[in-house]
């Protein structure tokens, strides 16, 4: 079993979101979309990182 870093998504807009989740490799990280992120950017983006295979949760 491998430990995951857990990355923080804390970002205003989609686009800077999303150049870091570009950069991220899946297999040795997990995400974490916090309420005011998933609010802003809503299940467009969450469709966005299943599209990529990232794990992550929506705390």
């Known amino acids: 079993?491998?430990?995951?870093?857990?990355v923080a998504l804390d970002y205003e807009t989609e686009a800077e979101a999303l150049t870091l989740v570009d950069q991220i490799d899946p297999?040795?990280?997990?995400?974490?979309?916090?309420?005011?992120?998933?609010?802003?950017?809503?299940?467009?983006?969450v469709k966005q990182l299943?599209?990529?295979d990232?794990?992550?949760s929506l705390i």
Not at 1 to 6: A, C, D, H, Q, R
């Open 54 to 56: 990232l794990m992550f």
């Open 27 to 45: 297999s040795l990280c997990r995400l974490k979309v916090g309420k005011e992120m998933f609010t802003t950017l809503g299940t467009n983006f």
């Open 1 to 6: 079993m491998t430990n995951k870093v857990i």
């Open 50 to 52: 299943h599209q990529r």
